[in-house]
């Protein structure tokens, strides 16, 4: 099943001299349970991207379906809560409340929702991410690669179908970055959870099922899965010589 799908999606950002088209004319689509990564160089439109999969901002045209549902057709308040049910976001900054410790953070989106908190699931997710020593702690006690960890944890603890990662371990060694990506991995193949993550690191990409690579705001390849082989002939996977030596 396709759980992630975008149709033409276009972001002009700025006007006149300043206009930036960030995202043009983008197809892509993920199915669920997929693991997939999107690389490119700075600049080339993967946060805006990532930011509309997520319902973050809306395109200035084009579409993105999660569940076959139209995200942008839901006022800002039913969007809100859509997000807030379906899609677990990590970002390079880790976004965690000052005030809160390590297990408040990690079951806050949780509680804003009024549902309740699994705790054995969110236990598992705590000792798999290797922070069960730190549940007290203030973020600001913590180092970097912790405090992503908690990031992390934040994200899976409330079982979205969609986690969505924006160079979730830019600020992490390399040791601990395969670490963490193994364990998103196998978290989302558990619970078929769908995870889309940016990364610079073609290392950690290769971890993923699947590599989209964006270029100049343009999906150059990978923005499908090769479910027909039209689909790999047409990203240049396949050439038609090679598709008469497979008939
Ligand atoms: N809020 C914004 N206002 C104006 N321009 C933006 C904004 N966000 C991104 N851009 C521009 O859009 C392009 C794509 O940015 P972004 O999606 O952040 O790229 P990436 O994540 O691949 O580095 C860049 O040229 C960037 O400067
Ligand atoms: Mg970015």
Known sequence: MEILKTEALTKVYGKGQNKVTALDQAYFSVEQGEFAAIV???????????????????????????????????????????????????????????????????????????????????GEVINALGIENMQERLPNQLSGGQQQRVAIARALAAKPAIILADEPTGNLDSKTSQDVLSLLKVTGQKFSQTIVMITHNEAIAQMADRIIRIEDGHIIKGGRPYTSLDSAESEGILTSDMRGLTK
Request: proline share 4%; no cysteine; net charge neutral.
């Open 40 to 122: 490119g160089t700075s600049g080339s439109g993967k946060s805006t991207l990532l930011h509309m999969l997520g319902g973050l901002d809306r395109p200035t045209s084009g579409k993105v379906f999660v569940e076959g549902k139209d995200i942008f057709s839901l006022k800002d308040e039913a969007l809100t809560i859509f997000r807030r049910r379906k899609i677990g976001f990590v970002f390079q900054s880790f976004n965690l409340v000052p005030t809160l410790n390590v297990y408040e953070n990690i079951v806050f989106p949780i509680q804003l929702d009024d549902n309740t908190v699994d705790e054995k699931f969110v």
